[in-house]
């Protein structure tokens, strides 16, 4: 089946510096690449997905690449705030979804 | 719409107990999912579902069993519970088309002792 690994697993980043999430998938079927922003005590909320045909997409200050040759996908958030502190999960899917083991970003005001 | 509900928020099992824990969407989606969640883990894919009367096991299914009566409900039962059942179970659904977005319910918290 699809394993996905996620680095790093902690991240702490001054506030408005950017911060840059990677994940690695092993199934080249995989053609699906959502991310996940899982605040404490709190659902997983999806926040930017791509697809297998796509190279990079962005919404506002997030921005997900896809490398399909390398299969590894990257989240970067940039001007990050105080509010962009949570854990974040990357998943791969061929059907279903693979999540990584998650990264707890940290914003130091 | 209400979305992805769960019941209960939060239960105590004694080991060997037996609950099951409800999830409902009103969103008309045909695939519903299970997954559970370890203090600082990702999530565990337990059983799915891709319509009613069709249940399948996912990466964790030992200790769980799960019927689809309906396009809403997807109830997951626990027979016997065990400490190592202890985690937060999420329930999550999507509909079909070319959007593959997964919506979670808020999370039962359960704790065996």
Same mark, same amino acid.
């Given at each position: 089946?699809?394993?996905?690994e &996620?680095?790093? #697993?902690?991240?702490?980043?001054?506030?408005?510096? #950017?911060?840059? =999430?990677?994940?690695?998938? #092993?199934?080249?079927?995989?053609?699906?690449?959502?991310?996940?922003k899982?605040?404490?005590?709190?659902?997983?909320?999806?926040?930017?997905? =791509?697809? #297998?045909?796509?190279?990079?997409?962005?919404? &506002?200050?997030?921005?997900?690449?896809?490398?399909?040759t390398?299969?590894?996908?990257?989240?970067?958030?940039?001007?990050? &705030?105080?509010?962009?502190?949570?854990?974040?999960?990357?998943?791969a899917?061929?059907?279903?979804?693979?999540?990584?083991?998650?990264?707890?970003?940290?914003?130091?005001? | 719409?209400?979305?992805?509900?769960?019941?209960?928020?939060?239960?105590?099992?004694?080991?060997? $107990?037996?609950?099951?824990? +409800?999830?409902? +969407?009103?969103?008309?989606?045909?695939?519903?999912?299970?997954?559970? $969640?370890?203090?600082?883990?990702?999530?565990?894919?337990?059983?799915?579902?891709?319509?009613?009367?069709?249940?399948?096991?996912? %990466?964790?299914p030992?200790?769980?069993?799960?019927?689809?009566?309906t396009? %809403?409900?997807?109830?997951?039962?626990? *027979?016997?519970?065990?400490?190592?059942?202890?985690?937060?179970?999420?329930?999550?659904?999507?509909?079909t088309?070319?959007? *593959?977005?997964?919506?979670?319910?808020?999370?039962?918290?359960?704790?065996?002792?």
């Amino acid at each position: 089946g699809e394993n996905v690994e &996620q680095h790093p #697993s902690t991240l702490s980043v001054q506030e408005g510096d #950017s911060a840059v =999430i990677k994940c690695t998938y #092993s199934d080249s079927a995989s053609n699906y690449f959502p991310w996940y922003k899982q605040e404490l005590g709190k659902r997983p909320q999806l926040i930017i997905d =791509i697809r #297998s045909n796509v190279g990079e997409k962005k919404d &506002q200050r997030i921005a997900v690449t896809l490398n399909k040759t390398a299969k590894h996908f990257s989240l970067h958030i940039t001007e990050t &705030q105080p509010e962009d502190s949570a854990v974040y999960f990357c998943a791969a899917s061929i059907g279903r979804l693979t999540f990584g083991t998650g990264t707890r970003l940290t914003i130091i005001p | 719409n209400a979305g992805v509900t769960q019941t209960p928020k939060f239960r105590i099992l004694k080991i060997g $107990q037996s609950m099951t824990l +409800q999830c409902t +969407q009103d969103m008309n989606h045909n695939y519903m999912y299970w997954y559970r $969640q370890d203090p600082g883990m990702g999530l565990k894919l337990i059983y799915y579902s891709v319509g009613a009367g069709i249940t399948d096991k996912g %990466e964790v299914p030992n200790g769980y069993n799960v019927s689809r009566s309906t396009t %809403e409900d997807f109830p997951l039962r626990l *027979e016997l519970a065990a400490p190592s059942q202890t985690s937060v179970y999420f329930c999550a659904s999507k509909g079909t088309g070319k959007r *593959e977005t997964q919506y979670f319910g808020p999370g039962t918290r359960l704790l065996v002792l």
